[in-house]
């Protein structure tokens, strides 16, 4: 064990040596031109990493990251002898090597700008298929979009052409209603009229009658005399002689509100009168406006039946298509 821990220890020294020893002869070598860089981007396009091995590898961020344990000896008390080496003899020999002898620009690059340009060509192919294919489906999106655009107006429009039969199926129904409404309306005025008519032919004479059978009329002033006036004149021409004046003038009172009786009577009946000449005058402007509607009807009636027959009149005068 000791053995190797000190080979390995002289092997790291070795390879530190030649290390160093490396790096002087790199730094004694003259300075040629820097490398060219790839010239920059034109507009509108930039430089992007392209792998031109023959396998593909992933791409990081940063590399991959592996962790690995491992177990330190113990401390020596003592540090190994160092590894023995012989002196250097002979004489160093030096090669010069000038520009152009180890690297051919032309040459070496030519390969990678090959891989570089198809790379970057069958990158462009694919975009241009990309954008074509991008084009034509856009071109079937639009036609399909023209043809669901299409069906729905027509959809539409049928929708449309269902709702106006709809309407129009619900105003005929309207208006047959209405013409039944009518119908009836002028059907229950004629009855009324009718019905009016004969009531009012006897309302007069009715009216007439009951008057007289409830005594209003009669003469206020002889039914006044005789009922009131005579006898309590007859009694009191009998009973008191001497109060001669107090029965003029109570008999002059008696007068005056038998006149006014009288013409309160007068006043009342002429009320009685104009109600029943309003009641007939109503009942003659209800009659002449069921008429002036009847007219009216049958006026649109004829119209129409005259419309229908001019309308048959052409079709049938018309040529078969």
Not at 87 to 102: C, N, P, S
Not at 212 to 217: C, K, L, N, Q
Not at 258 to 273: C, D, I, P, V, Y
């Amino acid at each position: 064990m000791p053995l190797s821990r000190v080979a390995q220890t002289a092997q790291a020294e070795q390879l530190e040596m030649e290390r160093k020893a490396q790096m002087k002869r790199s730094q004694k070598r003259p300075k040629g031109l820097q490398k060219p860089d790839t010239p920059a981007a034109v507009d509108g396009r930039k430089h992007i990493d392209v792998q031109t091995e023959q396998y593909l590898e992933e791409l990081t961020d940063r590399p991959v990251e592996v962790d690995v344990v491992t177990q330190t000896d113990a401390f020596m008390d003592q540090l190994p002898a160092p590894m023995f080496i012989p002196m250097k003899t002979g004489v160093d020999v030096e090669t010069q090597i000038y520009e152009g002898d180890l690297f051919d620009f032309d040459m070496e690059v030519e390969p990678i700008l090959e891989v570089l340009v198809g790379k970057t060509l069958e990158q462009s192919m694919m975009e241009v298929m990309e954008e074509e294919e991008l084009q034509n489906m856009r071109a079937h999106q639009e036609h399909f979009e023209q043809m669901r655009n299409a069906e729905l107006a027509e959809t539409q429009r049928l929708e449309e052409g269902e709702k106006r039969r709809s309407e129009e199926k619900a105003r005929r129904v309207q208006q047959e209603k209405e013409r039944v409404a009518r119908e009836r309306q002028v059907t229950e005025k004629v009855a009324a009229r009718t019905f009016s008519k004969g009531f009012l032919a006897e309302l007069k004479s009715s009216v007439v009658a009951n008057l007289s059978d409830a005594g209003f009329f009669y003469d206020p002033l002889e039914a006044e005399v005789t009922n009131t006036f005579m006898p309590w004149l007859m009694d009191g021409v009998a009973s008191q002689f001497d109060e001669l004046s107090v029965a003029r003038q109570l008999a002059d009172e008696l007068l005056k509100a038998a006149g006014e009786r009288h013409h309160f009577m007068l006043e009342e009946a002429t009320k009685l009168q104009a109600v029943v000449d309003k009641a007939r005058a109503e009942a003659e402007a209800a009659r002449l406006k069921a008429e002036e509607e009847a007219r009216i009807k049958a006026a649109e009636a004829a119209a129409a039946a005259a419309a229908a027959a001019a309308a048959a009149a052409a079709a049938a005068e018309a040529p078969p298509e």
